[in-house]
């Protein structure tokens, strides 16, 4: 398989970077992986692994001659990454992005990258709790969403080159507004991350009660969620506070949404909550046919899938 890029300059050697770079190399993709990490126990262990061709210090030294770079970094540090690096693009370079949310990643980048560079902002919809240079693998990616939201003006061909790379790594790829992106995934991502971060903290005070039944009897429905509230808390962070408008507004939603079960709880009115829960298994039924998740009774748990940013 002939490569696609001579060398892709990957900016963070986390799970992300790490399982396309895995990838990549699984599929002959690009001629040259090269990657920089903050901390130098994180880019040793790069080293050590062999996860890229060459680990240099600076992100600066990692994009010279790049002919794409990748920005695997936490949405928060984005554009001082951004500022960092763009003296030293290579004219005609791609710069992409793997941030969870859109809006504020492509307010923080693109005034800072000089003309002639190509910016195009994506977003995998895949991932697990799991983070670092150690925690990637090439299918991760396998039948996943790759989501883009280029900007007006955006060259068709480096756009259609990076999707050419992605759906190689098994992604399908779709093009969206940004602003559309982060309100879809406030519903399919930030918020549910939201509302088990919540769930496992009301049953962490309740332990103060129960002692160790809340972690004994632990029943499937909690387990989902102390796997997912298990996700990188700086990550997370980040998250929150880049797409605070839609997730706020979901929030305020799904607020209300409770309230009308409590109500019916509390009323006895068995008929509105029958009515619901068919709703929403038909809604979980829909997931499985897309092929999005899995019907297994374990419900996936042995597979990698929800988690994700
Ligand atoms: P990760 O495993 O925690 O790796 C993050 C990498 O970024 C590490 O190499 C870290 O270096 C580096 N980094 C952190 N802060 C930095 C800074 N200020 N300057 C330079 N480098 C910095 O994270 P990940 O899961 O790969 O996530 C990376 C991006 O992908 C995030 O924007 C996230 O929103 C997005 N994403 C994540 C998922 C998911 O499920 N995990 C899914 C889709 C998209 P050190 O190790 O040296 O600190």
Redesign the pocket.
Known sequence: MSAIYDRVALI??????GSMARAMREKGLAREIVGH???A??RATAAEIGLVDRVFETAAEAVAGADLVVL????G?MG??AAEIAPHLEPGATVTD???VKQAVVQAVAPHLPDGVHFIPG??L???EH???R?GFASLFQNRWWLFTPTEGCDPLALERLQDLVRRFGAKTERMDAAHHDLVLAVTSHTPHLIAYTMVGVADHLKRVTESEVVEYSAAGFRDFTRIAAS?PT?WRD?FLQNKDAVLDILGRFTEELFVLQRAIRMGDGQHLFDYFTRTRAIRRGIIEAGQDTAAPDFGRSQPGP???
């Open positions: 963070g050697l986390g799970l992300i970077a990490a903050r901390s126990e994180t695997a970094v936490p949405v540090a001082d990454v793997v941030g969870s977003h995998p895949a991932g697990t983070s670092g240079p925690s990188d990550m998250v988690g994700e940013g």
